[in-house]
């Protein structure tokens, strides 16, 4: 894994190298003309057809190593934001030395297959891509992609920081200006990432915090806690005096203060100062508590036309080493509030230090590939490596100009490929954490929900380790992982499987350590009885291969048996034609598991006997005359499967069982089988029953799966090998219970009672508590309790089941919210612009004040409806499962239901999982209540919730800080900045476009 991960590192810092040498060489021409391939408009033609301007023909041939998405290999191409004009000298210029990087793109290529997107983000907004992949807007004509607003640009142009966000909310504020302000929170909030720390505090003649139980302190800037201060700023409005000096002194001392905890980034400081006017430059504060070091750099936002107190905030700015902006429309913000990435960049890059920085899992849907580039499980989970480019002109040493940052993605289905699945034993896994302990690849992860379609969560990208290995409550394991500390830890787990409806119980051993280069810790688990004995044979590649080739034989798809990833000439094959060609020596260049195919090769040899056996049973009609069983199938250890259907294909009751849609039933990257592991968990010889969970409505399946393990019996310590089984119909499996059930032992065969009789209920359970077959079909597949709750109360006092309390820190909960709620939409950037551009068309048109019409035409965006919707919002839960006691093979017992006792017997159903419960149904016990295993949300009061936003999880710091450097020049502090002429060319080309449709 460190090796994989050092070669994309390399493929970047060659980026790196590249860009830099490019733009040494290049002298800046205002006036450079050149057509480069814009993403959006390539192979555009006019009505008279013609290739638009920046349109040239480019080439674009469907790849297979890109999901068949049709790309350009051989070049990259351009995407330019929206709101940017495409012809600018600065990205024309960036554009034309950028192209340097072509050939790096495709020597990259080259010397490492395996590689996916690779680009170059650039400081001015324009993003190279490779391969050149043509881009669509959405259904508004629009492409909102910024590549500096992504995670790994930002996490690569600075360091982390601890923020004070200051908004005026005196009554000068009101209105535009207000909203204005909030839009600017919410992207400055938009620039945090994981390593950074924050708070927001508005000001009038008084202090208030926008979440008030964070008094004094700044919190981790993750996903969860910047939406969580983002639904508490439609809470502001403008009244009162600003007094600005008492909110500087209070951002002074909570930076002080919460940097002395030893929390928080412990690198650069800011302040960022969002208001109308400043009627001071408030020396003394900045004496008292900033000069001469000036630690905290000071970022100030002026909020509307007026410029009578730009002067002051320019002031307060360049002598904090900070930057000044003049924000006077929402179109004005996200780029204004960009300028602070490149000041905090500045001592990075006079340093010249080439920090190599990976980001957390994400699923990247806003390029157009990512959209497309969806698996059977929904969007792809990645990870990026990024390093920042520098200039290196002498002469701009000293302004630390940042060019870019370049990257490449490393879908997180690779890292598994690394990691040998067969070694890791029935239940073992592999997963990764990142420096802040949340997921990077866990089989635990969900990071979608299903609702009509599978959408993301939307904090799946911060689901810490303790949510998922929540028995862990002192975070032991986590805590040593996130220190990179290399060892071992042990505990007891409840594993859920079939969507939580039942439990494992094992122990597992958990092995971590660091990998090195990244800041990444990985972990292996090992579950106790698994994974520590493998058995070895030993058979001729010439056995091996006849009986590899037949078939009914099967190799996991997602297991890595040879690498074919490496050479193009490799990619087509499947894992089976690599073996072949391996083994024949027709292709020395295959890097092959030399052991692992040397154990299937074995597997095929031992269990190559079962085909004649399963085509004695088919040809011997009286065996399966009603073809009520219908599948068998067969799974070894090294990921190798066989299947016979004793019914052709078309007539397969559940069609989808042991194909590619069954990811729960087949050999895959996480885990094994299903069947396999349920049946490992058993003692050797006892069959494991089940009917699979329909995800319909009623919760029904019609087949029945029985499978059972295979380990040696003798002296030696042998792992579980393999698993068999059968699915059968569920109508043929329930009739041989109803036989069974009618035959007695007594002389003429008949029964004094049966289940036929109407005073009992005869149920056949599982060791989950799920119905498999009862009187009333329509309570097949479900839970007991739900359908006997006294029964099943009785069966958990007496200890013949137990109860499990799971919890689900990943669920998400039906909630009630306004559909139309102001906050979102205004921090949705395409309606901010809409609501921008009618604002200009007041000042235009009216040259009214913004008090007055101008929240006329926005007041669409504004106003609530108050119409109410339900969705699905992140919520925990807590549910319970259940389990039979193994050691108890019979009881009975009497339930008091007042006015009568209702007796019941359970009996074990020998070499099974299965239990016979017979019920008295003469005494109704209806009124005590039924047992359900339905879900409940945890409801966290005011207090905890307090509690758990001040809780700071520990975490570690990146290893490298660029604060500030003594040869920077703050005298590039920025300056008033209004609509410049391109700019008003794009807003009038839109508003020509709004307002003629």
Same mark, same amino acid.
């Given at each position: 894994?460190?090796?994989m991960f050092?070669?994309?590192?390399?493929?970047v810092?060659?980026?790196?190298?590249?860009a830099? !040498?490019?733009?040494?060489?290049?002298?800046?021409?205002?006036?450079?003309?050149?057509?480069?391939?814009?993403?959006?408009?390539?192979?555009?033609r006019?009505?008279?057809?013609?290739?638009?301007?920046?349109g040239?023909?480019?080439?674009?041939?469907?790849?297979?190593?890109?999901?068949?998405?049709?790309?350009?290999?051989?070049?990259?191409d351009?995407?330019?934001?929206?709101?940017?004009?495409?012809?600018?000298?600065?990205?024309v210029?960036?554009?034309?030395w950028?192209?340097?990087?072509?050939k790096?793109?495709?020597?990259?290529?080259?010397r490492d297959?395996?590689?996916?997107?690779?680009?170059?983000?650039?400081a001015?907004?324009?993003?190279?891509?490779?391969?050149?992949?043509?881009?669509?807007?959405?259904?508004?004509?629009?492409i909102?992609?910024d590549?500096r607003?992504?995670?790994?640009y930002?996490q690569?142009?600075?360091?982390?920081?601890?923020?004070?966000?200051?908004?005026?909310?005196?009554?000068s504020?009101k209105?535009?200006?207000?909203?204005i302000?909030k839009q600017? *929170?919410?992207?400055i909030?938009d620039?945090?990432?994981?390593?950074?720390?924050f708070?927001?505090v508005?000001?009038n003649?008084?202090?208030?915090y926008?979440e008030?139980?964070?008094n004094?302190?700044?919190?981790?800037?993750?996903?969860?806690?910047?939406?969580?201060?983002?639904?508490?700023?439609d809470k502001?409005f403008a009244?009162?005096?600003?007094?600005?000096?008492?909110?500087?002194?209070?951002?002074?001392?909570?930076?002080?203060?919460?940097?002395?905890?030893?929390?928080?980034?412990?690198?650069?400081?800011?302040?960022?100062?969002?208001?109308d006017?400043?009627?001071?430059?408030?020396?003394?504060t900045?004496a008292?508590?900033?000069?001469?070091?000036?630690k905290?750099?000071?970022?100030?936002?002026?909020?509307?036309?007026?410029?009578?107190?730009?002067?002051?905030?320019k002031?307060?700015?360049?002598?904090?080493?900070?930057?000044y902006?003049?924000?006077?429309?929402?179109?004005?913000v996200?780029?204004?509030?960009?300028?602070?990435?490149h000041?905090?960049s500045?001592?990075?890059?006079?340093d010249?230090?080439?920090d190599?920085?990976?980001t957390e899992?994400?699923?990247?849907?806003?390029l157009?590939?990512?959209?497309?580039?969806?698996?059977?499980q929904?969007?792809?989970?990645m990870?990026?490596?990024a390093?920042?480019?520098?200039s290196?002109?002498?002469?701009?040493?000293?302004?630390?100009?940042?060019?870019?940052?370049?990257?490449?993605?490393v879908?997180?289905?690779?890292?598994?490929?690394?990691?040998p699945k067969y070694?890791?034993?029935i239940?073992?896994?592999?997963?990764a954490?990142?420096?802040?302990?949340?997921?990077?690849?866990?089989?635990e992860?969900r990071?979608?929900?299903?609702?009509?379609?599978k959408?993301?969560?939307?904090?799946?990208?911060?689901?810490?380790?303790?949510e998922? !290995?929540?028995?862990?409550?002192?975070e032991?394991?986590?805590n040593?992982?996130?220190?990179?500390?290399?060892?071992?830890?042990?505990?007891?787990v409840k594993?859920?499987?079939?969507?939580?409806?039942?439990?494992?119980?094992?122990?597992?051993?958990?092995?971590?350590?660091?990998?090195?280069?990244?800041?990444?810790?990985?972990?292996?688990?090992?579950s106790?009885?698994?994974?520590?004995?493998?058995?070895?044979?030993?058979?001729?590649?010439?056995?091996?291969l006849h009986?590899? !080739?037949?078939?009914?034989?099967?190799?996991?798809?997602?297991?890595?048996?040879?690498?074919?990833?490496?050479?193009?000439?490799h990619?087509?094959?499947s894992?089976?034609?690599?073996?072949?060609?391996y083994?024949?020596g027709?292709?020395?260049?295959?890097?092959?598991?030399?052991?692992?195919i040397?154990?299937?090769?074995f597997d095929?040899?031992?269990?190559?006997?079962?085909?004649?056996?399963?085509?004695?049973?088919?040809?011997?009609?009286?065996?399966?005359?009603d073809?009520?069983?219908?599948?068998?199938f067969?799974?070894?250890?090294?990921?190798?499967?066989?299947?016979?259907?004793?019914?052709?294909?078309?007539?397969?009751?559940?069609?989808?069982?042991?194909?590619?849609?069954?990811?729960?039933n087949?050999?895959?990257a996480?885990?094994f089988?299903?069947?396999?592991?349920r049946?490992?968990e058993?003692?050797?010889?006892?069959?494991?029953?089940?009917?699979?969970?329909?995800?319909?409505?009623?919760?029904k399946s019609s087949v029945?799966?029985?499978?059972?393990?295979?380990?040696?019996?003798?002296d030696?310590?042998?792992?579980? *090998?393999?698993?068999?089984g059968?699915?059968?119909?569920?109508?043929?499996?329930?009739?041989?219970?109803w036989?069974?059930?009618?035959?007695?032992?007594?002389?003429?065969?008949?029964?004094?009672?049966?289940?036929?009789?109407i005073?009992?209920?005869?149920?056949l359970?599982?060791?989950?508590?799920?119905?498999?077959?009862?009187e009333?079909?329509?309570e097949?597949?479900?839970?007991?309790?739900?359908?006997?709750?006294?029964?099943?109360n009785?069966l958990l006092a007496?200890g013949?089941?137990?109860?499990?309390?799971?919890?689900?820190?990943?669920?998400?909960?039906?909630?009630?919210?306004?559909?139309?709620d102001?906050?979102h939409?205004?921090?949705?950037?395409?309606?901010?612009?809409?609501?921008?551009?009618?604002?200009?068309?007041?000042?235009?048109?009216?040259?009214?004040?913004?008090?007055?019409?101008?929240?006329?035409?926005?007041?669409d965006?504004? *106003?609530?409806?108050?119409?109410l919707?339900?969705?699905?919002?992140?919520?925990?839960?807590?549910?319970?499962?259940f389990i039979?006691?193994?050691t108890?093979?019979?009881?009975?017992?009497?339930i008091?239901?007042g006015?009568?006792?209702?007796?019941?017997?359970?009996q074990?159903?020998p070499?099974?999982?299965l239990?016979?419960v *017979?019920v008295d149904?003469?005494?109704?016990?209806?009124?005590?209540?039924?047992?359900?295993?339905?879900?409940?949300?945890?409801?966290?009061?005011e207090?905890?919730k307090?509690?758990r936003l001040?809780?700071?999880?520990?975490?570690?710091?990146?290893?490298?800080?660029?604060?500030f450097?003594?040869?920077?020049?703050?005298?590039?502090?920025?300056?008033v900045?209004?609509?410049?002429?391109?700019?008003?060319?794009?807003?009038?080309?839109?508003?020509?476009?709004?307002f003629?449709?």
């Amino acid at each position: 894994m460190e090796e994989m991960f050092h070669k994309k590192a390399e493929a970047v810092r060659r980026l790196v190298e590249a860009a830099e !040498e490019a733009h040494l060489r290049h002298e800046y021409d205002t006036d450079l003309q050149f057509e480069y391939f814009n993403a959006v408009l390539i192979n555009e033609r006019d009505e008279e057809g013609n290739y638009l301007e920046l349109g040239k023909e480019f080439i674009l041939v469907p790849n297979e190593h890109f999901n068949n998405l049709p790309v350009n290999v051989s070049l990259s191409d351009v995407q330019v934001p929206t709101n940017m004009y495409n012809k600018d000298s600065a990205i024309v210029n960036g554009v034309y030395w950028s192209e340097a990087l072509n050939k790096v793109f495709v020597d990259n290529f080259d010397r490492d297959p395996s590689l996916i997107w690779q680009y170059f983000g650039s400081a001015k907004g324009f993003f190279r891509q490779y391969p050149g992949i043509k881009w669509e807007p959405d259904e508004n004509g629009v492409i909102a992609f910024d590549c500096r607003n992504r995670k790994w640009y930002i996490q690569a142009a600075t360091s982390p920081k601890d923020v004070v966000i200051l908004v005026d909310v005196s009554g000068s504020m009101k209105g535009l200006r207000l909203m204005i302000a909030k839009q600017t *929170v919410s992207s400055i909030l938009d620039t945090l990432g994981d390593d950074d720390f924050f708070n927001i505090v508005a000001y009038n003649e008084e202090l208030h915090y926008v979440e008030p139980c964070l008094n004094g302190t700044l919190v981790q800037a993750d996903r969860n806690n910047k939406e969580h201060f983002r639904e508490h700023l439609d809470k502001l409005f403008a009244k009162g005096i600003g007094m600005l000096d008492i909110a500087l002194n209070e951002a002074f001392a909570t930076l002080t203060d919460f940097n002395h905890t030893g929390q928080g980034s412990i690198c650069s400081q800011a302040i960022m100062l969002i208001t109308d006017g400043a009627v001071d430059t408030y020396d003394a504060t900045f004496a008292k508590y900033n000069w001469p070091d000036r630690k905290v750099r000071i970022f100030t936002y002026l909020i509307g036309r007026e410029t009578a107190f730009a002067d002051n905030l320019k002031w307060m700015a360049c002598a904090n080493k900070g930057y000044y902006t003049q924000i006077s429309t929402l179109a004005d913000v996200q780029e204004n509030v960009m300028e602070y990435l490149h000041v905090l960049s500045r001592p990075k890059v006079i340093d010249q230090e080439h920090d190599v920085v990976w980001t957390e899992a994400y699923v990247d849907s806003t390029l157009p590939q990512a959209q497309k580039l969806a698996d059977d499980q929904g969007l792809v989970l990645m990870t990026t490596v990024a390093m920042p480019v520098f200039s290196k002109k002498n002469e701009t040493r000293s302004q630390g100009i940042l060019l870019g940052v370049v990257g490449t993605d490393v879908p997180v289905k690779e890292l598994l490929k690394t990691i040998p699945k067969y070694k890791l034993g029935i239940h073992g896994y592999a997963f990764a954490i990142t420096n802040n302990g949340y997921i990077l690849t866990h089989p635990e992860l969900r990071p979608l929900y299903e609702e009509g379609k599978k959408r993301r969560k939307p904090d799946y990208s911060s689901v810490d380790l303790a949510e998922v !290995e929540w028995e862990d409550k002192d975070e032991v394991l986590r805590n040593a992982m996130v220190n990179r500390k290399t060892g071992k830890f042990s505990m007891e787990v409840k594993k859920t499987v079939e969507k939580g409806k039942r439990v494992l119980v094992m122990t597992n051993d958990y092995y971590y350590t660091d990998i090195k280069g990244t800041p990444f810790s990985l972990g292996v688990t090992l579950s106790r009885g698994h994974g520590k004995y493998f058995y070895r044979g030993n058979v001729t590649v010439e056995e091996g291969l006849h009986d590899l !080739e037949h078939p009914d034989v099967a190799l996991a798809d997602e297991w890595t048996y040879c690498n074919t990833d490496l050479y193009p000439e490799h990619r087509l094959l499947s894992q089976l034609e690599a073996i072949k060609l391996y083994l024949t020596g027709k292709q020395p260049l295959l890097q092959c598991d030399k052991e692992l195919i040397q154990e299937v090769l074995f597997d095929a040899v031992v269990t190559a006997p079962l085909e004649a056996y399963w085509t004695s049973l088919a040809l011997n009609k009286s065996e399966n005359s009603d073809k009520g069983v219908e599948v068998a199938f067969l799974g070894t250890r090294t990921g190798l499967s066989r299947v016979n259907l004793f019914v052709g294909p078309e007539q397969l009751t559940n069609q989808d069982f042991l194909t590619a849609e069954d990811k729960e039933n087949i050999f895959n990257a996480d885990h094994f089988p299903l069947w396999y592991r349920r049946a490992a968990e058993q003692i050797p010889g006892i069959f494991v029953y089940s009917s699979p969970f329909s995800t319909g409505a009623e919760n029904k399946s019609s087949v029945v799966t029985a499978s059972t393990a295979i380990q040696l019996l003798d002296d030696r310590k042998s792992p579980v *090998v393999a698993a068999v089984g059968i699915q059968m119909k569920l109508e043929f499996f329930q009739r041989k219970f109803w036989t069974a059930s009618r035959q007695c032992a007594s002389h003429d065969g008949r029964c004094s009672i049966s289940c036929d009789d109407i005073a009992i209920n005869c149920y056949l359970i599982d060791n989950n508590g799920f119905i498999l077959v009862s009187e009333n079909y329509y309570e097949t597949g479900i839970f007991f309790g739900e359908v006997e709750g006294a029964v099943m109360n009785k069966l958990l006092a007496m200890g013949s089941f137990k109860r499990i309390n799971l919890y689900d820190y990943q669920a998400m909960c039906r909630t009630t919210i306004d559909s139309s709620d102001s906050a979102h939409k205004l921090l949705d950037p395409y309606y901010a612009f809409l609501a921008a551009v009618k604002w200009i068309m007041t000042e235009l048109v009216l040259f009214l004040l913004e008090f007055s019409l101008c929240s006329w035409w926005h007041s669409d965006l504004a *106003v609530k409806a108050q119409r109410l919707k339900q969705t699905l919002e992140p919520c925990d839960t807590e549910y319970p499962a259940f389990i039979s006691e193994r050691t108890i093979k019979e009881n009975t017992g009497n339930i008091d239901c007042g006015d009568c006792f209702k007796s019941f017997v359970i009996q074990q159903i020998p070499s099974s999982n299965l239990f016979m419960v *017979v019920v008295d149904n003469e005494c109704d016990c209806s009124f005590i209540k039924p047992i359900t295993m339905e879900p409940i949300e945890i409801m966290y009061n005011e207090s905890l919730k307090c509690e758990r936003l001040k809780s700071q999880k520990i975490r570690r710091r990146p290893d490298s800080c660029h604060p500030f450097h003594a040869e920077e020049n703050a005298r590039e502090c920025g300056g008033v900045v209004g609509l410049n002429a391109q700019r008003t060319v794009i807003l009038f080309s839109l508003l020509f476009m709004l307002f003629t449709r």
